[in-house]
Structure formats: structure tokens, C-alpha cells
């Protein structure tokens, strides 16, 4: 019996990893021209606005994956398809070596990727290449953030609520395990209230309700820090966001499907016109070894998810995610992503807490960017009480929630211009560490920062306010000029509207225009300035 028993445990990694994971790229896609030439085809009217709003083009990658392939490569004998990517053009298959080999021969398909990297090397030449890394006039609010108040405090989040930046109008997706309670309980009920939960999917159990698988609550006590609110007891740090809630993490095991779940969560939020992602998700070892990364992994580039960061960032997005929780082990991807502002932990004090993730990457960028607490973060858990929770899970939606009101303060600047703003008001700037990076930002010097640069810039140049507007807007002039023409152009580049201008009759009535993004230009006889205008 005992040599059976042998027999047996040693026949369980054979029979356990029999099935492989990969990446199948396919070579094209189908009416890739018409899409782009009609972007409302392919991306909701918010999608196509922010990406407008900062110079993101709109190309090849939005456009979607070729159903015909995917049927094809489902009809393949011993291959499943679990999750596809349009930013890739690929699919996640699952089977054995040689049913997904068995796949290079199938017109369509470009090359694949194993999961596992030393059966993509054996592939006969199949296999994926690594690229070359080439406002005023605000009502003041004040809470009392009970719970939260270190939290907030500790990043000046509290500044921005007080000039009534909140994350109104922004839209934030959080990327986790598990939503139990956020469509029911009262620590959730100001976002469903308001109409500020919208619809999001789970990508594990292909089913189109978030909130119903029940045995995690992470992302629930994620999606607290930024958007839970309950009266003089806890206060998110962007209590007014609206929030998407997307499943990708299956908690039954680990395996790299998980990565392509969240890439095609990261590309239905891109088109969906999500703003800020939270990502409190790590991914280095996995129940198969042969598809865990090293720290030489670690470099931004490697990784599924990484990649997919890196072209979320592209496409304008603001991701943030946790550093990880593995003490003087390294950070996982995503976190080792340029495009990524990836945190660490702290505790109330504002000390590295012990088992916060560290840096650098394995290129040597620093990692994580920016701290936060993890240490007793206070959070709200499915039945609506308010609890404390570890780990750089929580550091990270406590950031993000400031990014997202800081940016509310700020659209018109990029997703980089402002994780560099939060970087660059950071306490350790200057100087930074493995174990903190930049350290813990101030985001009222942030806030500053680009107020005093913009007042520098504006100057001389004639500015738009209110922006948003509802019907009208008023014109300010610089000094020296009293008479100047406006002109309104749509995302189009056509003229809607045409006016003259003066000093003392600067008022511009857009009540006739649609909601969206429009460009102006303002011109008199010595300047000219262009900027965005957001029509509510």
C-alpha cells in the first residue's frame, strides 16, 4: 500500500499539469479601417471623450478580436478558450502541448505564447517577441472621516474634499476578487444612490453579476477605500466616483488565466471610458512552477498583465496597484509596469510597515512609486460594519481614491502628468528607497503644484471658466487685450459655433451644443489659445 500510495503522489504533477496555458496571437482584424473612421462603433461616447480630452488615439487595438478566429480555434479538437484581448489580438487557450502546437497551422494565427516560457522556446519558432522597451468658485465640504480620518489625512486627501474634489464625474474600476455587499449595504448606498454603480461583470464565472460570488469579500474592502461613505463614521477618498466592479481574480487558484482575465477587464474599461483602475492583485508564483516569473521577469515587459498595463497607460488610463505583500521579496506585475503608480504600505505613523513589497524593478526603475497606509487601513465589509484590514490591498484604493480627486481637479492633464505631480510632492522625492520609493505624497502640494503652474502658463493666455459648462461659459482676458474672436470646434473638426468677443461682453452661450468634449480657439490680433471645453 505504501508503494502504491508513492506511485500515486508521484503521478499527480503529470496528471495535475497535462494541460498547458497560452497566448495564441492571430495576424489581423476585420474592418479595422471602418472602426476607427467611426469610433461609436467600437467605444462607448465616454471612452471616445477622454481619450479626446488627452491626445490618446484611437487605433488597430481598440478595435475588436475576430470572432471567426475564436470560433475556429474553439472548434479544435482538446482546446478550450478562457478569456481574448483585443490590445493583443490573441486568445488565452488551455490544453495540451501539442493541441495548442497543433494551432500554428491554422491560417490566422501569428505566433503563440506558453505560459510555461520553456515550451515556447521549443515550439518551432512559435512564440510572442518582447517589444523594445521604446478651480474656483468651489463649494467648501467638510466630513468628519471617523474610521478613515489617518488614512486621509496622511496623503492631504482631506484638502481636496474641502475644495469639493471628490472623484465627481470620474469613473473608477476596480479589478478584484470578490464584491459581496456593495449592491445592498449602507456603507455602499451614497454610490448606488446616486447612480454612481454601474454595471460591471464577472470575467472568472462569465456571469453579468458581479456580486454574486460570495466566498471573497477583497474587492469589496478595496472598493470601500475609494468610494465608501457612511455618515461620521468612514469616508472613501473619492466618496463621488463612479465605480465599476470587475471580477478577474479566481481565488481557487493560480494560474496565468488570471492575467488575461484582467487585461480583458483593463480593455472593456478602456472602452467603457474609465479614467482610474485599481489593481490590489499581485501575480510571481504559480501552482505550476514552470509558469512562475523570476525577479529577471520583473522588468515591465514580460509579464501578460505588465504589458497589458503598459498599454492601458497608453490608452490614457491612471492605474494604480499594490506593491505587494511579500516583505524583502520583490513586487509582482503588475506593479513593476512604468505605466503603473505602484504603493506600498505604511502604518499610522507613516512607517515602512514589514511585509510591504519592495524594489526596484529588475531594470532598475524605482518601485513601488508611492506609500500609503496598509497597516489597520480602515475598510467596509459586505454587511455594511467598518473593520480594519492589512495589506498593500488596501494602500492602493486609498491612493487611487486620491488620484482620482485629484484629477477631478485637473482633467485636462494626463495620466502621467499627474502620477508625476503625486510622485514629485512625495516626502522622499529626492531621495528614494526600496522599501518606500518616493515615499508618502501630499496631495494638497500636489494640488498646488500644478495650480501655480497653470497660473504661470495662463497668464498670458485667455482661459474658460466654468469648465465643465452647463450653457454658458465666461471668457477671461489676459492683459492687453480687450477684443478676440471664438471659435468652437466638435471632436470632428467642425465649426459649431463662432463669436465675438470683448472685455466687458465675454460671455458664450453653448446651451444649443450636446454633451461632450469640444475644442475652442480664441484669437485676437497678437495671440491665439486652444483648449478643451467639457459640455455637461
Excluded at 479595422?32 to 479626446?52: F, H, Y
Excluded at 469613473?171 to 451614497?190: C, M, Q, Y
Amino acid at each position: 500500500m505504501k508503494r502504491l500510495l508513492r506511485w500515486v503522489f508521484l503521478l499527480i504533477p503529470f496528471i495535475t499539469f497535462a494541460q498547458e496555458d497560452a497566448w495564441v496571437f492571430f495576424v489581423d482584424k476585420e474592418n479595422v479601417s471602418e472602426s476607427i473612421a467611426n469610433p461609436i462603433s467600437i467605444l462607448t461616447q465616454e471612452a471616445i471623450d477622454r481619450k479626446a480630452m488627452h491626445g490618446v488615439a484611437i487605433d488597430e487595438r481598440d478595435v475588436p478580436v475576430n470572432e471567426s478566429y475564436i470560433t475556429q480555434v474553439k472548434a479544435e479538437d482538446g482546446i478550450i478558450v478562457l478569456a481574448k484581448s483585443k490590445w493583443f489580438n490573441c486568445v488565452h487557450v488551455r490544453g495540451s502541448q501539442e493541441a495548442i502546437d497543433a494551432l500554428g497551422n491554422l491560417q490566422f494565427v501569428d505566433s503563440i505564447e506558453f505560459a510555461d516560457d520553456s515550451l515556447t522556446r521549443a515550439s518551432d519558432g512559435f512564440g510572442f517577441v518582447k517589444n523594445d522597451p521604446d478651480s474656483t468658485g468651489q463649494q467648501r465640504v467638510e466630513y468628519d472621516y471617523g474610521a478613515t480620518e489617518n488614512q486621509v489625512t496622511m496623503l492631504s486627501a482631506d484638502f481636496l474634499h474641502q475644495q469639493d474634489f471628490t472623484g465627481d464625474g470620474l469613473i473608477v474600476a476596480v479589478l478584484d476578487s470578490g464584491f459581496p455587499g456593495i449592491d445592498t449595504n449602507a456603507g455602499f448606498a451614497r454610490t448606488r444612490d446616486n447612480g454612481r454603480l454601474l454595471d460591471g461583470y464577472d470575467f472568472v464565472d462569465r456571469v453579468d453579476d458581479e456580486f454574486a460570488f460570495s466566498n471573497s469579500s477583497h474587492g469589496t474592502r478595496t472598493a470601500s477605500d475609494i468610494v465608501g461613505f457612511i455618515q461620521d463614521q468612514f469616508v472613501g477618498t473619492a466618496p463621488d466616483a463612479f465605480l465599476y466592479c470587475f471580477r478577474t481574480e479566481d481565488i481557487n487558484s493560480e494560474n496565468p488565466v488570471e492575467e488575461s482575465y484582467w487585461v480583458e477587464a483593463a480593455e472593456r474599461a478602456d472602452s467603457l471610458g474609465v479614467d482610474v483602475i485599481n489593481t490590489s492583485l499581485g501575480y510571481r508564483e504559480y501552482d505550476n512552477p514552470a509558469y512562475s516569473y523570476t525577479y529577471e521577469d520583473m522588468d515591465g515587459q514580460t509579464a501578460f498583465i505588465s504589458r497589458g498595463s503598459n498599454i492601458a497607460f497608453e490608452k490614457g488610463m491612471l492605474l494604480v496597484t499594490s506593491a505587494g505583500n511579500s516583505g524583502t521579496g520583490m513586487i509582482a506585475a503588475p506593479a513593476d509596469a512604468p505605466g503603473v503608480l505602484t504603493v506600498g504600505a505604511v502604518d499610522s505613523n507613516g512607517n515602512y510597515v514589514s511585509f510591504s513589497s519592495i524594489g526596484p524593478s529588475s531594470d532598475g526603475r524605482v518601485k513601488p512609486d508611492v506609500m500609503a497606509k496598509g497597516q489597520g487601513s480602515a475598510v467596509i465589509r459586505p454587511n455594511g460594519s467598518i473593520d480594519t484590514s492589512n495589506g498593500t490591498s488596501f494602500s492602493s484604493p486609498i491612493m487611487a481614491g486620491a488620484v482620482t480627486s485629484l484629477w477631478q481637479a485637473f482633467p485636462e492633464l494626463t495620466n502621467e502628468e499627474i502620477m508625476q505631480f503625486v510622485r514629485e510632492s512625495a516626502h522622499l522625492f529626492e531621495a528614494p528607497t526600496p522599501q518606500m520609493g518616493y515615499g508618502i505624497p501630499n496631495f494638497e502640494d500636489a494640488y498646488n503644484a500644478v495650480l501655480s503652474l497653470e497660473e504661470s502658463a495662463f497668464a498670458k493666455a485667455y482661459t474658460v471658466s466654468p469648465n465643465p459648462a452647463n450653457s454658458i461659459f465666461q471668457v477671461q482676458f489676459p492683459e492687453g487685450s480687450s477684443l478676440a474672436t471664438i471659435v468652437v470646434y466638435d471632436l470632428l473638426g467642425k465649426r459649431v459655433l463662432a463669436q465675438d468677443i470683448a472685455r466687458n461682453n465675454n460671455t458664450v452661450n453653448v446651451n444649443t451644443l450636446t454633451s461632450g468634449v469640444y475644442i475652442i480657439q480664441i484669437q485676437d490680433s497678437e495671440r491665439s489659445t486652444t483648449q478643451k471645453l467639457i459640455k455637461q
